[in-house]
């Protein structure tokens, strides 16, 4: 079977025009043959770390230590009395990724900067990789609306997530159950990630989740030049792996399946966010702990990337990766047609419920704006 990336045929966007007021997300709109979508290269990388400060390099890597097939692993260890959670009320926006490219000018733009002189971008769009993801997954929700501010400046595109009224309800009224599952994610983390190439995980360790490593990748789908980051969870301990993004492992945790009727679901619903997360930036594998309903790891499976489109084959009524990426491109066309006015402080908000078309509103100087001055005035000096 032919290999996903650098794939391209058929007529592009145009063929289901759509409305002149909003964006499509049915379906059957976007069954065409697969868009253009490079292999994902590396640019740089980021680190965050305990007090989630912005350092230009590779820190906060950890490395894949491989459990037993049945690891037994307690998730629940540590809740409370080891854990130090990032505060979600305070919204970054892209502010780390905009930290990473004013580091690294040179290697995104296309003259060399000077002071003096300096240079537009050499991409169409900057964003976060899991904005994306919500992109690629949008024909498939039925349940989360979601909000996406966009503004033009200097000729790139940069799109920035604002949270939903629904989504802060909903993260606001929590349950305790809840909470606890959340950390669960971060705590197989912890069992299966070495700080380095030498050492072994430290299950009596403290999670802390302010700390992360980020990937930037460039790439191109149909026209669309992307520069995106996204959190990696660890990367293959093989000094002879391939180069990143193809040493890069994604670690799931998820209910275990037990019944015909859980795993249509799995395959259904969490395959297809598994999938469009990691094909993004060309992370090959996603490494799964199934857990029972106490928390407890019972088995591992690892899904290669390129299998899960075939491995869903087989489902009725399951998505399909060329409904997702041809979505994303008409939707980034979409965004290059309405947001025209080349401007710091305006938004163009892009909104979608579910079942609903995707429509966008214009905002000045409004609380929407998200690019912050120290980038806009470093950019234009
Ligand atoms: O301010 C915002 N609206 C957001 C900021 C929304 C989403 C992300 N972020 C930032 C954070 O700085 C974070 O470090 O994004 C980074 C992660 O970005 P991403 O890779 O683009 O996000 P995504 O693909 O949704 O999530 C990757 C991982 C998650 O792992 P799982 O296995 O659960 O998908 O990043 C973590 C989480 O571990 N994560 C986050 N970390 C910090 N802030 C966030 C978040 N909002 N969402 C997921
Ligand atoms: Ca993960």
Redesign the pocket.
């Known amino acids: 079977h032919h290999h996903p990336y650098q794939y391209q045929s058929g007529p592009g966007p145009g063929q289901n025009p759509p409305s002149s007021r909003g964006l499509s997300t049915r379906r059957e709109n976007y069954e065409r043959d697969f868009p253009l979508y490079k292999q994902p290269v590396e640019v740089g990388c980021f680190s965050?770390d305990s007090e989630?400060r912005f350092f230009n390099d590779s820190r906060q890597m950890r490395y894949y230590s491989e459990p037993d097939r049945n690891p037994n692993f307690d998730l629940k260890d540590g809740y409370k009395d080891r854990f130090i959670k990032?505060d979600?009320s305070v919204?970054?926006?892209?502010?780390?990724i905009l930290r990473w490219i004013l580091a690294n000018r040179s290697k995104v733009s296309s003259k060399a900067a000077t002071t003096a002189s300096p240079c537009a971008l050499d991409v169409d769009f900057v964003?976060?990789?899991?904005?994306?993801?919500?992109l690629l997954t949008t024909p498939y929700e039925t349940r989360e609306g979601w909000l996406l501010a966009v503004t033009r400046f200097r000729n790139t595109l940069y799109i920035?997530?604002?949270?939903t009224e629904a989504a802060r309800r909903e993260r606001e009224k929590r349950t305790e159950r809840h909470e606890e599952m959340m950390y669960w994610?971060?705590k197989f983390?912890q069992y299966t990630c070495a700080d380095n190439v030498h050492s072994s995980p430290d299950p009596g360790g403290v999670v802390n989740?302010n700390e992360?490593f980020?990937t930037v990748v460039q790439t191109r789908l149909a026209d669309h030049r992307l520069l995106?980051?996204?959190?990696?969870?660890c990367r293959d301990k093989d000094p002879t792996a391939p180069s990143p993004p193809a040493c890069y492992v994604?670690?799931?945790t998820s209910a275990e399946i037990c019944t015909p009727k859980q795993r249509s679901n799995f395959h259904r619903f969490k395959l297809l966010?598994w999938w469009a997360?990691s094909f993004l930036?060309g992370v090959p594998r996603v490494v799964a702990g199934f857990r029972d309903h106490d928390g407890v790891v019972v088995t591992m499976e690892t899904f290669p990337i390129s299998k899960i489109s075939h491995l869903i084959k087989s489902e009725p009524n399951c998505w399909k990766p060329t409904v997702c990426m041809n979505f994303c491109s008409d939707f980034l066309s979409f965004v290059k047609r309405a947001a025209t006015e080349d401007n710091p402080s305006v938004v163009y908000l892009f909104s979608y419920e579910p079942h609903r078309d995707v429509t966008y509103s214009v905002h000045r100087d409004s609380p929407y704006s998200f690019l912050p001055h120290w980038y806009v005035r470093e950019m234009t000096s």
């Open positions: 965050l989630r990032r979600e919204k970054e926006k892209l502010d780390h964003t976060w990789r899991g904005h994306l993801t919500k920035s997530e604002v949270e994610g971060y983390e989740t992360a980020c995106f980051s996204g959190e990696v969870d994604e670690l799931k966010k997360q930036p």
